[in-house]
């Protein structure tokens, strides 16, 4: 049968929905075995913590720069919110850019 005749068939529509099902039911049971729960939550740790260091680094830099402009320029407090709003603007595009990827 062709790809198209299989879409209507009732009897490829069960075994497909079985399939899941079964599928769904191996990935709990592998899911719920307390090695796996100790790999995954070690795993999320370990790159939480590395995602949190890169920021922790890549904020510290970003007001640092800010500090020395904001000393060399001395702009005062319009340019404060100025530079403010324009960091904030920068981060929600990459924020909302990197979501719709």
């Known amino acids: 049968m062709g790809d198209e005749e299989d879409k209507d068939d009732p009897e490829v529509a069960y075994l497909k929905a079985k399939m899941n099902k079964s599928a769904a039911k191996t990935v709990e049971a592998i899911l719920e075995q307390p090695e796996m729960k100790r790999l995954i939550r070690k795993t999320l740790v370990r790159e939480a ?24 320029v001395n702009w005062g407090l319009a340019g404060d919110v100025a530079a403010g709003a324009t960091l904030i603007l920068v981060a929600a595009v990459y924020l909302l850019w990197t979501r719709r990827s």
């Open 49 to 72: 913590l590395k995602s949190s260091i890169i920021l922790c680094l890549l904020f510290t830099g970003i007001f640092t720069i800010y500090n020395a402009l904001r000393s060399a």
